[in-house]
Structure formats: C-alpha cells, structure tokens
C-alpha cells in the first residue's frame, strides 16, 4: 500500500508540472482591486514559480534535512485589515459577491482559525484569502489545480501498485531456498514501508482537508516530504528500498557437487 500512495504522491506532482507559470504580480493586484476596491493593498511577493518536492527555503542543508514553510508558486498580496476588523463577515461576503459578479468561481468558507475567508478559480488561476494573525489578511494568487493532477495521481497509485505486488512476487520465486536473503530483504523493505508512513500521511491528511473544507487550492500530496525530520526519514526509506533491491538481485551460489554426487550423476 505504500508503494501506490508513493505512486499517487508522484503522479499528482506530475499533473501539477503543467500548471504553468506562477500568476505575475500585476495580475495579483488586480484581484486584490476587484475584491476589495479602494483598498491600498501591500508590495506582492512572489512564492517561486514551481510546485515541487522542495522546502519553502531551497538549499543544500533543506534539501538533505526538509523546511518548515512550504509555500506553493503563489503571488501574495498582503491587506491593511484582518479578522479583528471584519468579525461580522461582511467584508469578505462583499468581496466574494464582487468576484462572483467578475466571473469568478468564489466560495466563501470558515477557516480553522474562526474567521470567515474565501477561495476563488477563473481561466486557470487560483485565489485564496487567508489570515496571518488578526490584524493582516492576504490574498495569494497562484495556478490552480491542473485536469491532470487527479487521473496521474490514481494512475500512479495503480501502476506502483501493481509494479509493487509484481515485484515482490518475483523476489518470493528469486530468495526461495535463500532464508537470509528473504529476511533481510522483507525487513528492510517493511523498515522502509514504516519509515515513509509520517510523510505520506501529512500529505494525505493535508490533502483531505483541503478538499473536505475548500480552504487551499494548492495542498500538496508531497507536503510531508518537504518537512524537517520527515524528508531525512524518506531519504533513509529510500536507501533502504535500494539495499534491498541490491541484496535480492545477488544470484545464488552453486555449491560445488561432492564426488558422491558427481558419481551418482554418471
């Protein structure tokens, strides 16, 4: 079960590479306007320009050990108001109106931290107004969620899957006779089925939030992976899934036949 979720976690990777280029600012700022019109929004930010295996902050340590932070290829546009100001929730269903009525498809949903907040896709963009404390909203812009990330993640899931079973009977048929070479394989494998567990369920659980309650278009199946202590924890399931892939491809050997034997043969 482990190799298809890894399997779908690189499908649905897969599918969001043809998300294209992350939205430019100008464009951002024009979704700040249309949502809340007289509003003098802050200096956009640009997140990176991918949606990818690597930490929020990209560097030799990061990529060994993970980042906390991942933020996906976003533009974030920061607002002069939060939460505190618009307890009511008026000022958000206003915006969602304003970009429903511009053609958006915009939702308006509780976030987690008890405040109203809303999601909103047209033409392939994605909009996401969130709060970073009380007193500042931001909205961030970014691609959405491409066709193809739902059929590459289930045809990931299958064909890993698939691959996985294949494989493992052939090493059943390859080791028969062999027991330390079955055990040590078997442990290792199962050792690195454990080892990667946290990080596809941190991004299997991500993933299921964000669609239960539709409060973030880009949460990714990887997000465990970009993680400090789980990202080393998949890099050693790895290596061992390579060790034991290596032990179990090393022929038999032949004993040489004893003369009784040799004699019984002629």
Same mark, same amino acid.
């Given at each position: 079960m482990s190799a298809g979720l890894f399997g779908a976690?690189?499908?649905?990777?897969?599918?969001?590479?043809?998300?294209?280029?992350?939205?430019?600012?100008?464009?951002?700022?024009?979704?700040?306007?249309?949502?809340?019109?007289?509003?003098?929004?802050g200096e956009p930010t640009r997140n990176?320009?991918?949606?990818?295996?690597?930490?929020?902050?990209?560097?030799a340590w990061t990529m060994l050990v993970?980042?906390?932070?991942?933020?996906?290829?976003? /533009?974030?546009?920061?607002?002069?108001?939060?939460?505190?100001?618009?307890?009511?929730?008026?000022? /958000?269903?206003?915006? /969602?109106?304003?970009?429903?009525?511009?053609?958006?498809?915009?939702?308006r949903f509780r976030a987690s931290g008890d405040y109203d907040a809303f999601t909103a896709t047209r033409d392939g963009v994605a909009v996401r107004l969130s709060a970073r404390d009380a007193t500042r909203f931001v909205i961030d812009v970014g691609r959405a969620r491409p066709w193809w990330?739902?059929?590459l993640a289930v045809t990931g899931f299958l064909v890993a899957l698939i691959t996985t079973l294949l494989a493992l009977r052939q090493?059943?048929?390859?080791?028969?006779?062999?027991?330390?070479?079955?055990?040590?394989?078997?442990?290792?494998?199962?050792?690195?089925?454990?080892l990667s567990l946290?990080?596809?369920?941190?991004?299997?659980?991500?993933?299921s939030h964000a669609a239960i309650t539709g409060g973030d278009p880009w949460a990714p199946p990887w997000l465990g992976f970009t993680m400090v202590?789980?990202?080393?924890?998949?890099?050693?399931?790895?290596?061992?899934?390579?060790?034991?892939?290596?032990?179990?491809?090393v022929p038999p050997t032949r004993t040489p036949a004893t003369a009784r034997e040799r004699a019984a043969r002629t």
């Open positions: 976690v690189f499908g649905s990777w897969l599918g969001w590479q043809t998300a294209g280029p992350t939205t430019d600012t100008a464009a951002a700022r024009q979704v700040a306007a249309i949502a809340f019109p007289g509003v003098e929004a990176g320009d991918r949606h990818g295996f690597p930490p929020a902050v990209d560097g993970g980042g906390d932070g991942y933020v996906a290829g976003t /533009v974030t546009v920061p607002l002069p108001f939060g939460p505190a100001s618009t307890s009511d929730g008026r000022l /958000v269903s206003e915006a /969602v109106d304003r970009l429903t009525a511009a053609g958006w498809d915009a939702e990330v739902w059929p090493l059943d048929a390859h080791t028969s006779g062999r027991a330390w070479v079955r055990v040590v394989t078997v442990s290792l494998l199962g050792a690195a089925a454990v946290p990080a596809l369920a941190v991004g299997g659980l991500a993933t202590g789980l990202r080393p924890m998949a890099w050693l399931a790895g290596l061992l899934t390579v060790t034991a892939t290596l032990i179990a491809a």
